[in-house]
């Protein structure tokens, strides 16, 4: 799924930036079906990680109470350009999902 | 910042046709998921789910954090927020939302090349306050910020 995800790293003038967002529906699980009134099942992210040149950087926990489509910024030290960001995630439905990205 | 309005316009479209897409491994097992808490996430009141994050320990008051989010949000369903902090060793940030069906929002766990400051989208059930918590040096502080929302993003 080569569109799940953007992910945006650059080099700050101080440090290193990254803006990502995850397309995904992120349901809470309370929400119903207007047509059938059944419950529609809960399916969101639980868990991102975010690594630089392979190192964990970043660990994000999840619930459904994170807005569809997440946004995640953040800055960190340490890195320079033309080094290598991941991002991968996982879902409580088994979906999971990376991208990678070029800090600039 | 006409860029991330492009991308934020792009990913509201794209929302509805992934959502099919992601059906599609609806029934992929996952053993990774062992280290998330689950229980925490499933705490129906703040206190609980405290408890099963961050332990009995109730954090101080700290004037050196910040959570930056509006005033006033029209839409619960995505309210940014940003928390900043400027303790050291900073290990963890977690976001709750007191009145929500599950307060905690989310966790972010640091190494230590991170700058203390993380900005995501979280939904609100009603107006409240947005508590943010975070451990530093094995301590937890918190700090609040009042938010008023005019439409409710939790459904039900």
């Not at chain 1, 999840?62 to 879902?91: E, M, R, T």
Request: glycine share 10%.
């Amino acid at each position: 799924m080569a569109r799940d995800m953007k992910i945006r790293a650059w080099d700050n003038g101080k440090n290193t930036s990254i803006k990502a967002i995850i397309f995904h529906p992120m349901e809470t699980g309370l929400r119903k079906d207007k047509k059938t009134g059944k419950k529609i099942p809960g399916h969101y992210i639980t868990e991102v990680n975010c690594e630089h040149n392979g190192k964990n950087i970043l660990t994000c926990l999840w619930g459904p109470g994170v807005s569809k489509n997440p946004f995640l910024s953040f800055d960190f030290n340490g890195a320079k350009k033309g080094d290598k960001i991941k991002i991968s995630w996982l879902d409580n439905q088994g979906g999971k999902g990376d991208s990678s990205a070029t800090i600039s | 910042m006409d860029t991330m309005r492009r991308i934020i316009l792009k990913a509201t479209m794209a929302g509805g046709t992934l959502a099919v897409a992601a059906g599609a491994n609806l029934l992929t097992p996952s053993s990774v998921l062992a280290a998330w808490p689950a229980k925490a996430f499933e705490a129906t009141k703040m206190d609980a789910a405290m408890d099963l994050l961050t332990g009995k320990d109730r954090p101080e008051e700290s004037a050196d954090i910040t959570v930056v989010a509006p005033d006033i949000a029209e839409n619960g369903a995505v309210v940014s927020v940003k928390v900043t902090t400027t303790l050291p060793k900073v290990e963890s940030i977690s976001v709750y939302v007191p009145v929500n069906s599950f307060p905690l929002s989310a966790s972010y766990i640091l190494s230590n090349q991170m700058e203390t400051a993380i900005a995501g989208r979280i939904k609100m059930a009603k107006t409240a306050d947005i508590v943010a918590i975070v451990k530093s040096n094995g301590k937890l502080y918190t700090a609040k910020k009042g938010v008023k929302v005019t439409l409710g993003g939790c459904g039900g």
